[in-house]
């Protein structure tokens, strides 16, 4: 089949930022389907352009097999406002790029959120040109923003990006989510239960490198490394940091490894806090984050407490940790718990910065085999459960039963 992938958050292996996009698209490059990857030309991490000249507007380039098609996308340092408008001119121009009409007619058209404008500009492409549609959910929007408290239900543009949504799920011949139990939203706003694919982040295994045994450092490391982000909540890291200095705690460092929308402010906070137990690091292409994973003692995966995560969490920062065989301090009031399931690690509350430091000093004082085999454990449940080619192999799934649903029709260029 020629398939569609429309994200505008998508990168190459070679830049900073999220391969979930890149790799899915490969697996089905690999299992014979030909694939394009839409994506907006603006780097979300980086907060740089990345592939286009001051005179191009489109970009083909051709990935491992991966067809992408950058898209100029408005810049947006620093601005949510501008943010916004760059995600409304990344689905109006998707929607009317001349390279994708040259492009052979696709037969699944996969419509990628957070934000709703990418996956309506990629509907209705998918209706343009006869095509089936897939709805795929990273975040449920405009749930998490109410959820997170940024906007109430009754905003306009919340009533507006629920008319979408609505009309997102109706006209999806098939929907493919990230949270574990999201099906059940779903199936609730009108789709089926045989409709909806759960396809969870996860890591290419023949590119993880082995597990390297636990460094022995002076220092009690523990790595946060990924966007930092409001849905995050790193301010109960700093919080937790300045507590085990009031405590007179040695040995402890938090390293926050990434970039964001929160993290300038974090940086400055903590100057004024004068916690010297903190460092901040720059950004990483994804095939440098394990190295720097593996100078760490142990990994953080930490967010906000929050409604929206009553449909689970399956964040790749959990998965780099797993990979590399770090054990994980899980600060997450979630639906489920991998790393209870895996007995890879601890679990603190979240939003609770003495139960997290409590926590760093109780795995800190953990023996180190024991230690170790918490890491071993999270590698083995990385290993049999999300490894990205078996997850590849259910999108494929997906877009088998949306082109079902849509008659089976071959496209037309």
């Known amino acids: ?34 694939v394009t990857l839409v994506a907006g030309s603006f780097n979300h991490w980086t907060r740089s352009e990345t592939r286009l000249a001051d005179d191009q507007d489109e970009l083909i380039e051709m990935v491992d097999g991966v ?33 994708l009409r ?24 998918a209706d343009d040109l ?6 795929e959910v990273r975040d449920i929007w405009p749930q998490s923003l109410v959820d997170l408290g940024r906007m109430s239900e009754m905003h306009p543009l919340i009533v507006v990006m629920r008319k979408m949504e609505n009309h997102l799920v109706r006209n999806a011949g098939a929907i493919v989510t990230l949270p574990p139990t999201s099906s059940e939203y779903y199936v609730t706003r009108g789709s089926s239960a045989d409709s909806v694919f759960w396809v969870p982040n996860g890591v290419y295994l023949p590119d993880l490198p082995p597990a390297r045994d636990l460094p022995e450092n002076e220092t009690f490391t523990v790595i946060f ?9 790193l301010d109960t890291v700093l919080d937790a940091a300045a507590l085990l200095m009031d405590a007179d705690v040695q040995g402890v460092l938090f390293r926050f490894l990434g970039d964001g929308g929160e993290k300038p402010r974090l940086v400055e906070r903590a100057k004024k806090m004068g916690l010297t137990n903190v460092e901040f690091l720059d950004s990483v292409s994804k095939s440098k984050v394990p190295e720097e994973i593996a100078k760490a003692d142990a990994g953080l995966l930490i967010l906000k407490k929050s409604p929206v995560f009553r449909w689970g ?101």
């Open 313 to 413: 969490v399956s964040p790749n920062k959990l998965f780099d940790y797993m990979g590399a065989g770090r054990p994980v301090v899980y600060a997450v009031e979630a639906s489920n718990n991998p790393i209870e399931e895996a007995n890879a690690g601890i679990t603190v509350r979240a939003d609770d910065p003495k139960d997290l430091a409590d926590g760093v000093v109780k795995l800190m004082q953990t023996s180190l085999e024991e230690r170790r085999q918490m890491g071993l454990n999270g590698r083995k449940y990385v290993e049999n459960r999300h490894d990205l080619a078996k997850l590849g192999a259910v999108l494929e799934k997906a877009c088998i039963h949306a082109y079902s649903a849509n008659g089976g029709k071959r496209s037309t260029s």
């Open 1 to 34: 089949m020629h398939i569609w992938i429309v994200n505008q958050y998508a990168v190459a292996p070679s830049d900073p930022g999220g391969l979930r996009p890149y790799s899915l698209a490969k697996e089905l490059v690999l299992a014979g389907h030909d």
């Open 130 to 135: 006869g095509a089936a549609f897939i709805f």
């Open 102 to 125: 040259s492009l052979e007619n696709p037969d699944v058209v996969v419509g990628s959120n957070p934000h709703l404008f990418a996956a309506y500009a990629a509907e209705r492409l």
């Open 67 to 99: 067809r992408f098609v950058w898209i100029r996308t408005p810049p947006y340092p620093g601005s949510t406002i501008k943010r916004f408008f760059s995600m409304v001119a990344f689905g109006q121009r998707v929607f009317k790029s001349p390279t």
């Open 225 to 233: 490394a990924g966007i930092h982000g409001v849905a995050n909540g």
